[in-house]
């Protein structure tokens, strides 16, 4: 059965709280992405610079994520040298951690970071970014993370088609791993997705710009 993740790009505390809310009635977990600058051109919160004072409290362990008690939080980290801050990112109460392979040059540090705090990890890979690099790193992670577009940090971009032959590749190098699809994923594509090996649609404007949410949501479960 195809699992399917709301996928939230968080400008602003208000934003991200008010997307949250939109999408909690019909999900139990939402995938927050953050980018800073350098990794990905645009900055998100906090790099951005806004609502200072909750990244202070939720890293601080003073304060929750928006309906912490609703929802789990899985965060993708779409940063340059992630491993300098992970470390932060895990004290704010997240579930899971996705990384970025081509942000990182110790992908091992952030995976036993994120086990020696009982958090779930996934390394995400673009499209083109040769799959061997997964090699040593398989076997210790919970799930790969295909982005459909090298172009990262933004909603609506089109899938292209050489993440397609990703996610079939990958698909039949390990079978029994779990690999979930971020970027163009829409009731246009998701049954290709699912074809070529995906098991979970992570969808952010599909679902967030939708008329119905809700509808948006249960038309790409239903696949």
């Not at 790099?47 to 609703?70: A, I, V």
Request: proline fraction near 4%; aromatic fraction near 8%.
């Amino acid at each position: 059965m195809v699992q399917v993740i709301p996928a939230i790009i968080p400008h602003t505390k208000e934003q991200l709280e008010n997307e949250i809310k939109i999408v909690k009635s019909f999900t139990d977990i939402v995938q927050i992405d953050i980018t800073d600058g350098e990794f990905v051109s645009t900055k998100t919160w906090p790099y951005n610079g806004r609502d200072e004072d909750f990244w202070q409290g939720l890293k601080g362990e003073e304060e929750g994520w928006p309906f912490w008690e609703q929802v789990e939080i899985e965060l993708h980290l779409m940063i340059k040298n992630p491993e300098e801050t992970v470390g932060e990112w895990i004290k704010t109460g997240v579930s899971t951690i996705v990384f970025q392979i081509e942000g990182t040059n110790n992908p091992e540090k952030i995976i036993d970071m994120c086990r020696e705090n009982s958090i779930s990890v996934g390394v995400a890979i673009k499209p083109l970014t040769d799959e061997s690099v997964l090699v040593t790193l398989v076997d210790k992670i919970d799930f790969i993370q295909v982005m459909g577009s090298g172009l990262l940090g933004k909603h609506h971009v089109e899938l292209e088609e050489s993440a397609l032959e990703k996610i079939k590749t990958l698909h039949a190098l390990y079978p029994e791993r779990i690999i979930a699809i971020d970027i163009g994923v829409d009731e246009d594509t998701a049954e290709a997705l699912i074809e070529a090996g995906a098991t979970k649609l992570i969808s952010g404007g599909f679902i967030l710009d939708a008329s119905n949410p809700r509808e948006a949501f249960e038309t790409l479960s239903s696949f």
